[in-house]
């Protein structure tokens, strides 16, 4: 009898919770699969906004990190992207002219400084049942109740520094800063939407752009730029897929 046959026997016999055993099959596909993926060799415009330079650095490096996401993280990824589908479908129902593909097929983003920088976005609003301008950026998310509730609050730009830099580096790039842009964020939990007009902050996209060509101009002259914490225990540190390279490698620069 061949092995895998066997196996199929003993799994047969199993009755009742066999949750563990599955989902190590399928979290172990899913790491092999996200490992092999080429690293991403250029400044990201949905990282651009974290405060870490040398992390960024090291994205753009194309290093390999300390440690790779779980399973569990990856399903977490996955989910977000099934929010977004759905997401597009529902506004597209209600009347929303949401653009993801440009003629070619491709989908919308920019490039700059010889491929180091890069985006896609979301989509791309050309029409809406609201008598307004166009066309403007609609970034997508989703989020935990807990989370989705402090955006609903305090919007994007006091809750979550990375997502906001996202959408004015995006605006700003794809040359949408005339209009505001609409950041949508579904809850997981609940599937509430809260959806928020969100102004194009020039200083804040200069900033930005001033610090990936800073990160840029230390690779290129092989320099390391600094951490975001002077104490590897930091919560930046202690989360960061760098944390070994940056403290025990690359010493005490």
Not at 3 to 32: A, H, Y
Not at 99 to 120: A, L, M, P, V
Request: aromatic share 12%.
């Amino acid at each position: 009898m061949l092995k895998s046959e066997e196996k199929k026997i003993k799994l047969n016999k199993l009755v009742g919770d066999i949750s563990d055993e599955i989902n190590e099959i399928i979290d172990d596909k899913l790491e092999k699969d996200n490992q092999q993926q080429p690293r991403r060799e250029y400044i990201g415009g949905s990282s651009i906004g974290d405060d870490c330079k040398r992390k960024l650095q090291y994205r753009l490096l194309g290093l390999e990190p300390d440690k790779h996401f779980e399973g569990r993280t990856l399903r977490i990824f996955g989910t977000g992207n099934a929010f977004e589908d759905m997401a597009i479908g529902w506004l597209t129902r209600a009347g929303f002219n949401v653009r993801e593909k440009d003629k070619t097929g491709k989908q919308f983003g920019f490039s700059h400084y010889n491929d180091r920088i890069k985006g896609h976005v979301d989509g791309i609003i050309m029409a809406s049942p609201f008598e307004e301008d166009y066309p403007y950026l609609w970034e997508c998310k989703s989020a935990n109740d807990s989370n989705w509730k402090k955006f609903k609050k305090n919007g994007v730009a006091k809750t979550n520094k990375v997502y906001f830099a996202q959408i004015v580096v995006y605006q700003y790039y794809m040359g949408l800063t005339e209009n505001p842009a609409l950041f949508t964020v579904v809850n997981k939990n609940t599937q509430e939407i809260y959806h928020e007009r969100v102004l194009f902050d020039s200083q804040f996209a200069q900033e930005c752009s001033d610090k990936a060509a800073l990160i840029l101009k230390a690779t290129d002259a092989q320099e390391l730029m600094p951490r975001v914490a002077f104490d590897r225990d930091h919560f930046n540190c202690r989360f960061c897929e760098f944390s070994k390279r940056c403290w025990d490698v690359d010493g005490a620069e």
